[in-house]
């Protein structure tokens, strides 16, 4: 096994399919879990450094919440795109949004190479099997323009005796059962991105409630 297939901290036991069946059930009910993740996308979305005209994809959009605010900020000069893999999750996206969305898998990026100046994926990567994320990786690298740049957020792992505490119990509850929490599970994703070419990286640790969140800024 590649190093790079070690960086999950727990065993994948989440398929794409099981992924879609779990947010097409639960999807609607998702920002609930704004309580932990608020901080994180704040200021994900702050390094996304949007301006009027950029183009912009955004990965596993989940209710559409923050695309909302993405729109805002680039259309009507710009355009932002959504995919998502859950048919739930886009209809609760399209009813908050008129905007371009699309039902497809973030491993299988429906669009040309250098498409886009920004790409954006929050608590996505953190539900695909660890062996899928380099592809996921290489294709978010494909579609960025030169010069553009990525933001990604997952769970990582705790950096205070809490955070670590939280972690533990979180892993438990993985390996338990995956669903429980929503298949997501730490990770570090800072070398797998530098191995898939990603470079001049800031990354962060945001904790809230507990729960550390990581937010990378990377150039392709
Ligand atoms: C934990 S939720 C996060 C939603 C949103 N990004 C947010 O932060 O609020 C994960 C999202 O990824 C979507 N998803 C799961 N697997 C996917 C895949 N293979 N391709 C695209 N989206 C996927 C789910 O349907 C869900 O909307």
Redesign the pocket.
């Known amino acids: 096994m590649p190093a790079a297939a070690t960086k999950s901290l727990i065993q994948d036991t989440i398929s794409?399919t099981a992924?879609?069946k779990?947010?097409?059930l639960w999807?609607r009910h998702?920002?609930w879990?704004?309580f932990f993740?608020s901080r994180a996308?704040s200021r994900s979305l702050e390094l996304l450094d949007l301006q009027p005209g950029l183009s912009l994809l955004?990965?596993?959009?989940?209710?559409g919440?923050?695309h909302e605010w993405i729109v805002t900020h680039i259309e009507p000069d710009g355009r932002a795109y959504g995919?998502?893999?859950?048919l739930?999750?886009l209809q609760v996206a399209r009813a908050r949004l008129d905007s371009s969305l699309c039902q497809?898998?973030?491993?299988y990026l429906p669009f040309g190479h250098r498409r886009f100046d920004r790409l954006y994926?929050?608590?996505?990567i953190?539900?695909?099997p660890t062996s899928l994320i380099p592809v996921w990786l290489q294709g978010f690298r494909r579609v960025l323009k030169p010069g553009g740049c990525m933001v990604l957020?997952t769970l990582t792992e705790g950096v205070t005796v809490t955070s670590r505490a939280v972690v533990s119990l979180w892993k438990a509850a993985y390996r338990l059962y995956p669903l429980a929490c929503?298949?997501?599970r730490p990770l570090q994703l800072t070398d797998l991105m530098q191995q898939a070419g990603f470079q001049f990286m800031q990354d962060e640790i945001i904790i809230q409630f507990g729960i550390p969140s990581q937010v990378i800024l990377a150039y392709p």
């Open positions: 794409p992924a879609q779990y947010y097409d999807g998702y920002d879990f704004s993740e996308k955004h990965v596993g959009l989940g209710t919440k923050e995919l998502d893999l859950s739930m999750m497809a898998d973030g491993g994926a929050a608590y996505v953190d539900l695909i957020l929503g298949g997501c």
